[in-house]
């Protein structure tokens, strides 16, 4: 099984920006959607963006506008590029796709 390993977390000033990325040990090429998803403290893991392997992407409504998704299948990678962030964006941080197990995440804080 592909193993996932989230970076790019870290504090940030509120409107400050920060790219996450996911790297894959193994081809995400034939993998048809991945996504980022995260948990605040004391609250469910939502899911905020999917990228197909086609490059269509999905965002939820608290992050749209602000959060792009890419994926590079040549190198593996999943990307998170966060902009304009709020402190309600605090959260962990993690991707994944349907039926894979659950990585450490990056922790990602936003300070007001």
């Known amino acids: 099984q592909v193993q996932l390993v989230e970076s790019g977390g870290g504090l940030v000033q509120a409107g400050g920006s920060l790219r996450l990325s996911c790297a894959a040990s193994?081809?995400?090429?034939?993998?048809?959607?991945m996504g980022w998803y995260r948990q605040a403290p004391g609250k469910q893991r939502d899911v905020i963006a999917t990228i197909t392997s086609g490059g269509s992407t999905t965002y939820a409504d608290s992050v749209k506008g602000r959060f792009t998704i890419s994926r590079d299948n040549a190198k593996n990678t999943v990307y998170l590029q966060m902009n304009s962030l709020k402190p309600e964006d605090t959260a962990v941080y993690y991707c994944?796709?349907?039926?894979?197990?659950w990585g450490q995440g990056t922790q990602v804080t936003v300070s007001s």
């Open positions: 193994g081809s995400i090429f034939s993998i048809y959607r």
């Open positions: 994944n796709y349907v039926g894979h197990s």
